[in-house]
């Protein structure tokens, strides 16, 4: 079932949302060379804690951590872990918050260091077809039509774009319906309607589509152990112009004042 949200609470599900681009913020300011996954999985649980709120993912379905911690060629879906970041490392985060009966669930990706230009026009790209979808997130148009943008923005350049993992439906539960694949054919799907809200990621890998899950029953890698970047934004369908409940904005102003990282 597809729930409709009221006026209400989207703005419940903005703050919600705003605490995880908040928290993405903190994260950015300190990120380096050196520091583990598992710092990483601390700092933000008690950065939500403080907050009133609570980790969205610890203990959803047995997830033994905070956050979702996808190093290099870990897709999503990765283990906060001792192993000290480095230079080249593609870090995925994906943080989710409870505050006031509703999620927040969204993700960036930063690159510490130095790294290959092609690891880095994925970055963007990956960027770039999250903002093609969300174009699509409008009253009247459907769901295939945001993955058709992703896929069609991500594809001209050869990257695969996975299948098996999608967005998603979000409100009082983490995972609600409509599923939203990055793949699709226009005009395909669920019509959307006025103050649906998604989770709309992006999950694209430098080289094969193809992925497998490590024997953990969670961490996610490219076959090809080739890098996979991972966006995304909560969403919600509006007349026009779609409503981005989350805020890059504060992300991408921390990740520019980190030499640490580059942007």
């Given at each position: 079932?597809?729930?409709?949200?009221?006026?209400?609470?989207?703005?419940?599900?903005?703050?919600?949302?705003?605490?995880?681009?908040?928290?993405?913020s903190e994260i950015a300011k300190v990120l380096n060379e050196?520091?583990?996954?598992?710092?990483?999985?601390?700092?933000?649980?008690?950065?939500?804690?403080?907050?009133g709120a609570v980790p969205s993912f610890l203990n959803y379905g047995g997830f033994p951590h905070n956050i979702c911690a996808s190093v290099n060629d870990v897709v999503v879906h990765g283990f906060p872990n001792k192993t000290p970041l480095k230079s080249g490392d593609i870090v995925s985060l994906d943080v989710g918050v409870y505050k006031n009966g509703f999620h927040g669930d969204h993700a960036y990706t930063f690159v510490l260091g130095e790294a290959p230009p092609e690891h880095l026009e994925l970055v963007r790209r990956t960027?770039?077809?999250?903002?093609?979808?969300i174009e699509q997130?409008?009253?009247?148009?459907?769901?295939?039509?945001?993955?058709?943008?992703v896929q069609k923005h991500t594809e001209q350049y050869g990257y695969?774009?996975?299948?098996?993992?999608?967005?998603?439906?979000?409100?009082?539960?983490?995972?609600?319906?409509?599923?939203?694949?990055?793949y699709g054919r226009p005009g395909q799907g669920v019509r959307l309607k006025e103050n649906m809200v998604l989770a709309i990621e992006p999950m694209i890998n430098l080289g094969k589509k193809e992925i497998y899950t490590e024997s953990d029953g969670w961490t996610?890698?490219?076959?090809?152990?080739?890098?996979?970047?991972?966006?995304?934004?909560?969403?919600?369908?509006?007349?026009?112009?779609?409503?981005?409940?989350?805020?890059?904005?504060?992300?991408?102003?921390?990740e520019s004042k980190n030499s640490n990282l580059i942007k």
């Open positions: 079932m597809i729930y409709i949200k009221t006026e209400e609470e989207i703005e419940l599900m903005k703050i919600s949302a705003r605490l995880v681009s908040y928290t993405l050196g520091m583990t996954t598992l710092d990483i999985d601390k700092m933000a649980a008690e950065i939500i804690s403080d907050h960027k770039e077809s999250l903002y093609k979808g997130a409008v009253v009247g148009k459907r769901i295939g039509d945001i993955g058709n943008a695969g774009v996975v299948r098996e993992l999608v967005g998603h439906g979000l409100g009082k539960d983490m995972h609600e319906e409509p599923d939203v694949p990055n996610i890698r490219t076959i090809d152990e080739k890098p996979s970047v991972h966006f995304e934004h909560d969403v919600c369908v509006k007349k026009g112009k779609a409503l981005i409940l989350s805020d890059y904005s504060i992300i991408e102003e921390a």
